[in-house]
Each structure stands twice: as structure tokens, then as C-alpha cells.
């Protein structure tokens, strides 16, 4: 498929995923400000901090209120990765592809676009929030289930998915890595009914906290790790999203897994195999805020392989001289 489509595609599957976890980002907080002892700017500014867009929300805003970082992550269109904007672009993305998308995904990714600009000028995501973002939260879901049902299981469907699962993977780093930056602001909490209602909304904000309970009796740091981080079941966990991600990246390349044609597949087997066999006691004790920070930055780097070995206009160059020449 021509690169310009498959980029698209890719990207619009990233947004749709972006804005659901900006959501579940905010729901965090929203949900530690019904149980936790915490003062509001020491809550809001860390989620600012984590959404990597911190010096831009300081230039705009200043002061890090409840109501200046909610319109900030979710309806500023001067902040790229607010969920207004990003719907914008993944709509945007999926207009320049209507060729290849089924015509309910164009539906579905139009009427999330309409209902964010519903809600700004309504302003329902201060007066009702949880309400507003678990509604973010099923118009994602939607998204991903018509995408799934009504698109063929071909090269732009695995393009779709390895969008999706890498950002996915991405953001449950980030929204682990929340506990280290707000969720237990104090040392003398750890351990107390106050860390726990932590990792609780951790659990929640994932959508894990049911199939934890499943797997595990009690909450404890270590287990609330391993489960977000190696899970090889459940769909939001590092591992399970890399795992899939890499079976689309090779259904794409046609090579098998284990081999490798491209730096893309390579550091993707590379990440996938660091996280297969880390250990989790390790991770802990060392550091998690360095472990997932180290991912991270690897993860990005997978993200630009697949840009220069699928989307850049240089690699598109290269590929038509090749064919020219044979």
C-alpha cells in the first residue's frame, strides 16, 4: 500500500489511543481527589509532567488548577496532545483515507470529534467529568471495535494495530509511572490505607483492577508491576501490546518472528525480548521510574524506525529506484 496511506493510518490509530489514555490519565486524579489528603496544584502539575507537555502548559497557563490543566489536556487545540486535538487529527488522518477505511470507522471518528466540541461549549467536563471521560473513554472502544469488525484483517488493519499497541504500550508505562510522581506524595504513606487506595486507582485508571483481583489476592507494589508491566493476557499490559505489535509489524514485512529485515522489527524484538525477560524484583529494587523512563526512550526509538522504514519520503524514494532498476 502506498506509504502516504499507511501513515495515516497508523497515526489515526495512535490518536484515537492517545485521547483515551489522556482520559484515563485525568481519571486518575479525579478519583484520588475523592480519597486522597492531597492539595490540588501538588496533584494537577505532575500530570503535566508526565504528558510531556509541561513547558508548553507553563507558557499558556502558569498555574497548575484542576480547571487549567483539564482544559489543557482536554480542549486546548494549542496543545497538540490534548484530546480534542488529537481526535482532530486522527478524523483528519482518516478523511485522507476513506478509500480504505469502512465508512462506520469515518462515522464513528466524526460523531467523538462532534461530541468534544459538544463539550467545550457546553462545558459538561467540569460539571459532570467522570461521566464526560469515561464517555471518551467508550467512544476509543467503539472506535477500536468497529475498526476490528468492519475493516478487512489486511495490511492497513496491521498497520491500524501496530499504531495502536505501541501507543498503548507507551501509555501504561506512563500511567505506571504516575504512582513515583503523584500518587503517594509522602514517604511515611507507604503502606498505609492511603498507598493502597493509590495502586487501586492506578489499577482502575488501566482498566486492570478486576482482572488483578483475579490474579492476585492482595495489592502490592511489586505485583501491581508485574502485572501492568509482563502480563501475557491481559491486553493493556507492556508486554501483551508488544507482543502483538511485533506479530503485526512481521504479518506487514512477511518475515517470521525471531528474523528481522528492518531496524524497526530488530529494535522491537530487542524491546520485546528486555521485557520478556526482566525481572521484576529487579526492576523495584533498582528503580521502576529508570526502568520504565529506559523504555521509554527505546519505545520512541522503535516509533522512528517505523517512520524511516515505512512513511519517510526518502525511504519512498528509495523503494520506487529500486524498482525502477530491477
Partial sequence: MLSRAA????????????????????????????????????????????????????????????????????????????ILSTVLKARENAR????????????????????????EKSGVAFDTPYDFYNQVKLESHLFIGITDTTMSHNEAWHFDRLGRLLERADKTSRI??????????????????????GW??????ASAFEMYRKTFRRITPTDVALFLIQDLEFPRSIR?????????????????????????????????SDIDYANIDEIVSVGLHEFLDGFQTKLFGVGESIFSTFFSLRTTKEMQNKEVSQ
Fill in 240 to 272: 501483551y501490546c508488544l507482543i502483538k505489535a511485533q506479530g503485526s509489524l512481521h504479518e506487514i514485512t512477511g518475515t517470521d518472528i525471531g528474523t528481522f529485515k528492518s531496524k524497526a522489527e530488530r529494535q522491537l524484538g530487542r524491546l520485546r
Fill in 96 to 119: 485522507s483515507v476513506r478509500e480504505i477505511v469502512s465508512s462506520e470507522m469515518w462515522q464513528q471518528v466524526n460523531k467523538f470529534y462532534f461530541l468534544l466540541l459538544d463539550a
Fill in 176 to 197: 505506571l509511572d504516575v504512582k513515583y510522581f503523584m500518587l503517594l506524595p509522602r514517604v511515611e504513606d507507604v503502606g498505609t490505607p492511603i498507598d493502597n487506595i
Fill in 7 to 82: 501513515n495515516s493510518i497508523y497515526w489515526m490509530a495512535r490518536y484515537i489511543e492517545r485521547a483515551e489514555n489522556i482520559a484515563r490519565f485525568v481519571n486518575v486524579n479525579l478519583h484520588l481527589m475523592l480519597d486522597g489528603p492531597v492539595e490540588s496544584e501538588e496533584q494537577w502539575e505532575p500530570l503535566v509532567i508526565i504528558s510531556g507537555d509541561h513547558d508548553l502548559f507553563k507558557k499558556r497557563y502558569g498555574v497548575p488548577t484542576k480547571d487549567n490543566v483539564i482544559n489543557f489536556l482536554t480542549f486546548d487545540r494549542g496543545n497538540p496532545n490534548s
Fill in 200 to 205: 487501586a486507582a492506578l489499577l482502575n485508571s
